[in-house]
């Protein structure tokens, strides 16, 4: 029996469609505020602004589960659509569709566990794994972002094809075995309060809800609970018995959860732009010392450049203006506004980032610090616990001048390196192409992630441009920036000496590292 063209079926498409026009990345920017509250925890960093407005992003999605279930996989979810474009298509073009087996899909759906859990050894042992599958999608959104297709030839960029492929011939594919979010919700749905409801007594053992249903779940009970139920309500819509129901009626219960996860949205996004910044990860005093004048900087946001100007007048900044962005408006807008007015409150460069606008925020700290790397004196310092003294950077350049850190005569091939860190090894692999280094990817580091990731896209974009290790480290984050050329330069051969070992760590006070 085909699914009914009902008005439900209507909503709810009309519900995807909308999502994805105004919400596209909300599946990845919960994952990133689980991702930011495990990494509070670990590091036992306590900032109570970010705190909340992580807690605020996740609440958007995790309360309307508790109470109504997972409408927001059903009805909001991007990633999810993306899906059942592919399954609607696969549906008209392909003959052969097949359920899986209720055995081995019972099994399989314990690998979304397992990918939530190999998620947060990732994070905490902060090894880069690049983008993921959710990454990805949600950086070909916009047009401009076709230009360039190497997202898909990396892991994450391979399971999304894989996932579009495998979407044609099964439902949900990816929701089922992999979402690592999916998996938080299918632990938390079975509590929520408006089941569905089936009395066998009255069914005529067609089995068409079972049949039907995009998560092959088994709906033989009397109350449907699954954990893995999206509410899609397809099983209400095929049942030639309207034996299936929820109470309330369900167009109020999905009127109930939609309004709730928009009006949940609009406070964990919007809100927490408009704290103010928190400044608990230091007790810092921001001795700058900047020379007047107008600066520009760039800086690498989610889907391309970010560049500012930056204007400072008796030795302060007084002005940032953003010149140009490619990130999503609904995101950069959300970032733009608190990270310039705590860099001009603070003074300092060392700013939390908007939940939710992650990188966004990221590329916008790092033109920002860029144009000022330009105007800084001599006599500036900087409150970081990477910093080191202008002593120390004048015994780097003195030990390294001698030696030629251009590349020259490179064999082609792929080479693995490590060097040291402000807390340990930083491990690189470097690609070698046509006698020119392509591509440098961090496969390891113990760094803070605040400082690593300040040095990271600096160092190896200006290495892979310059083709050289002669690149200036980053400020506030010397130690990692000297790892990471270290790394490169083990990597190719090449002599480097890095003065991490040496130079002295400097902690400010007032923030705790945990060892």
């Known amino acids: 029996m085909k699914e009914k063209i009902s008005s439900t079926l209507i909503i709810r498409r009309s519900i995807q469609v909308i999502a994805f026009i105004l919400i596209p990345g909300l599946f990845a920017s919960s994952l990133n505020a689980v991702q930011s509250l495990i990494m509070m925890l670990v590091n036992m960093q306590l900032n109570v602004n970010k705190l909340v407005g992580d807690l605020l992003l996740l609440a958007v999605t995790i309360i309307p589960t508790l109470i109504f279930g997972r409408y927001f996989c059903g009805y909001f979810c991007s990633f999810g659509l993306m899906q059942d474009v592919f399954s609607l298509i696969g549906k008209y073009t392909i003959r052969f569709k097949k359920r899986i087996p209720e055995s081995i ?35 070909y959104l916009s047009l401009s972002s076709w230009k360039d297709l190497s997202s898909f030839v990396t892991w994450g960029g391979f399971v999304l094809i894989l996932t579009m492929f495998c979407s044609l011939f099964y439902e949900r594919i990816f929701c089922r075995y992999l979402c690592p979010m999916g998996a938080i919700y299918a632990l938390l749905s079975p509590i929520h309060f408006f089941k569905k409801y089936k009395p066998t007594k009255e069914c005529r053992s067609c089995s068409l809800c079972s049949l039907k249903c995009p ?32 109470k309330p009626d369900k167009h109020i219960v999905t009127a109930a959860s939609t309004a709730a996860i928009a009006s949940l949205y609009y406070a964990g996004t919007i809100l927490p732009a408009k704290l103010p910044t928190s400044t608990t990860v ?24 970010t560049s500012v100007k930056v204007v400072v007048s008796n030795k302060k900044i007084s002005a940032i203006t953003v010149t140009s962005y490619q990130d999503d408006e609904q995101y950069f807008s959300r970032a733009k506004t608190s990270i310039i007015n ?6 300092s460069t060392d700013v939390d980032t908007v ?54 005569n490179l064999k082609d091939g792929t080479y693995t390196g490590s060097g040291q860190g402000f807390r340990g090894m930083i491990s690189s692999k470097v690609i070698v192409k046509n006698g020119k280094v392509t591509s440098i990817t961090i496969t390891s580091y113990q760094d803070d992630e605040q400082f690593f990731n300040r040095a990271k896209s600096t160092i190896i974009n200006n290495i892979i441009s310059k083709q050289s290790l002669n690149v200036d480290a980053v400020s506030g984050a010397t130690f990692s920036s000297n790892g990471i050329k270290e790394s490169v330069a083990k990597a190719l051969g090449i002599s480097y000496t890095n003065t991490n070992s040496s130079t002295k760590r400097h902690h400010h006070e007032g923030y705790y590292h945990h060892h």
Request: aromatic share 8%.
């Open 105 to 139: 899909d019972r099994l399989l759906k314990y690998l979304k566990y397992g990918v939530l859990a190999g998620l947060v050894v990732l994070w905490v042992l902060r090894i880069d794994y690049g983008k993921g599958p959710w990454e990805v999608f949600a950086n």
């Open 215 to 246: 998560m092959q779940i088994n709906l033989s009970e009397d109350v449907i609970s699954s954990g893995e139920c999206i509410e899609c309500q397809r099983c209400i819509n095929v049942c030639p018995r309207d034996n299936i129901s929820i």
């Open 282 to 305: 230091t007790s810092q005093k921001a001795s700058t010392n900047y020379k007047d004048g107008t600066y520009t900087g760039s800086g690498q946001g989610f889907r391309g450049v």
């Open 342 to 347: 705590a860099v001009l409150s603070t003074q």
């Open 355 to 408: 939940s939710g606008a992650t990188y966004s925020s990221q590329g916008l700290i790092e033109a920002i610090k860029n144009a000022l790397n330009e105007t800084s004196t001599s006599d500036q310092t900087t409150p970081d616990d990477q910093t080191q003294s202008n002593q120390d950077n004048q015994t780097e350049d003195s030990e390294t001048s001698n030696a030629s850190l251009d590349f020259s």
